[in-house]
Structure formats: structure tokens, C-alpha cells
């Protein structure tokens, strides 16, 4: 007997939608709906017989499954499977709505004006006293396979994890909105050096205030923009003093948000994946399209205090 079972995203309730793709109904629908208008130029390599393909897949369907593969890090096999394709066809497709996505995405300007940030700006960071921060640092690893040109796996070999590895740098606004979306760069480039070649410091206007980690030393380059360098202290004698301690806590209690963020975006096992050596232009769109929704669909920041509620003859 004939198989006339057909995948459609339409027969997944809501609780496996958002399992297989780590996103709501709502808000995938949202996503494809903004995407619609640019379809038309998804570019599948030339062996799909575009006709019959066409005739095969739907749009709402290839996404489902490209986000399904991310999530999961699923076998082209199996996803090919899922949408009734050969495995190199699903492949293609993979690829087409991953440079497609980052490509139309990446059109997007993140960066909020600075008036908004200071009305969104949680209240822990006024008690703590780092009300003037705008822009908060981090940087995140995925692991690639060895190259077999040496210099190449001397670029791509990160000190910090102990195998080849390209760097993202990670730009939230203090609310925990993402700010821009660098490219991806070698593993052994310094937390210092994809600051400045990213240019992540552009919109740091006069008494801004950057909050990092340890591995960042951009004060220079910060000091250049006018604004405020906040990293915790180095230590430099036996053990740190008590304001030294506060300092740490401090930030520490800020900078959790951004490690939350990289968590978040670490759901998708695909990043977590080891990447061949000739798919570093894959995984850099991979990484965007991901960060992009990523930040669509998670606000990652402290929550906002609620204000009492008072009586109005008080």
C-alpha cells in the first residue's frame, strides 16, 4: 500500500512547534510573514528541478524544517524524509533559507536610539550604580574541525577552549535587546581585537558606559568615543579587597543576561555542532540567521520591578 502520509507544519500542535523549532506558532507565522515579500529570492542550486520542487514543498514547510534542523541538528536524511526530498535536496534547501534569512535579516538595523534605551533601562542597573551603561559585551566559540594548511589551524586555534574555533561577539543593550550581528572571525583572535574590527563601539556616545568581562581591554578605545569602559577588577595582590568583591558582584549580577542570552542561542544544537573547514561562509549565515531570531523572540534582561500599589487618598 501506498504511503500518503505528508508532513505540513499546520498538523503540529503547539507544544512540538515550539520543540522542534524553539519558537511559538505565532511567532514563526510572524517571522514567515515578514519574510513573504522577498521569497521570491531564495536561490536553490540549479540540480533542484525548480517545477516539480515547487510542486513538492511549501515555503511555510522548507522554514519549519530549516529552524527544525537548527534546533536539533538533525541528519539531512531525516529532514528529507520529513518533506518527502532526497537528503541532497534538503541540504539545498537547508542552505538556501540559511543565506536567504541572514541576507534578509541582516538588513535590519538593532541598534535602539539612546533615548529609548534610558527609558527601558532595568532599575537594577540605577541601584547598582551603572545607570549610564549602553552596551554590554560578550563572545561566544563554535568548534570546527582541524584545517590541513597549518598556518590555517594556527589562526583558527582559540587558547581559551583548546581546539580550532571561530569567535562571535555578542552586542546586547542593557534591557537585553541585541544591538548588531558581527561576522564570525578566527578562533584566535582577541576579545580586544573583534571589538575593534567589528566596530561594535560606533554608537557609544560621550559618558556611555560598555560593560564587559575581564578579557576585554578596551578602555582605550572606549575613552576614544567619549564613554566609560566597567569591566571587574583585575586582581593584583593576594586576594581582593572588599570594594574589590562589591565591584565583582556587581557586574557579575549585570553580565549574567548576556551569558543567558548565549544559552539561549546555544539551544540551537547545530551551533554546537563541529563545523567542516569548508563550511566557515555556512556557519558564519548559520550563526546570524540564528542570532536574528534569536533576538526576536527572546528578551533577555533583568526583569522589571513591579511598583506597589498605593492607595490614592495617601
Known sequence: MENKWKFSWDTVTES?????????????????????????????????????????????????????????????????????VSASTMSRI??????????????????????LMKKVIPQIYQELGFGHITLVLDATEFKTKQFSDLNLNTIFFSDYKQCHTVKALVCLAPHGALTM??????GSITDTTITQITGSLRNCLLH?????????????????????HNRPPMKTENQFCEGEC??????????????????YLRNFEILNSVWSCNRMQLLNSTWRFLAYIQSMTTLVGPAKKEQPVTNGNN
Not at 100 to 107: I, K, Q, S
Not at 253 to 263: A, D, K, N, T
Open 16 to 84: 512540538y512547534f515550539k520543540y522542534f523549532t524553539g519558537m511559538s506558532r505565532d511567532s514563526l507565522e510572524t517571522l514567515f510573514s515578514c519574510l513573504k515579500p522577498y521569497l521570491h529570492l531564495i536561490k536553490y542550486q540549479s540540480c533542484i528541478s525548480s517545477k516539480s520542487y515547487k510542486r513538492k514543498v511549501s515555503k511555510e514547510n522548507e522554514l519549519f524544517t530549516t529552524l527544525s534542523i537548527c534546533r536539533h541538528a538533525l541528519h539531512m536524511e531525516f529532514a528529507g524524509w520529513m518533506l518527502k
Open 94 to 115: 537547508f542552505e538556501a533559507w540559511i543565506v536567504f534569512g541572514d541576507a534578509v535579516l541582516g538588513m535590519v538595523d538593532l541598534q535602539p536610539s539612546h533615548g
Open 181 to 186: 550581528v558581527p561576522d564570525l572571525y578566527p
Open 208 to 228: 556611555d558606559g560598555i560593560l564587559t568581562d575581564k578579557g576585554f581591554a578596551i578602555s582605550e578605545l572606549a575613552a576614544e568615543k567619549g564613554a566609560e
Open 246 to 263: 562589591d565591584d565583582n558582584y556587581k557586574i557579575a549580577c549585570l553580565r549574567i543576561h548576556v551569558e543567558r542570552w548565549i544559552g
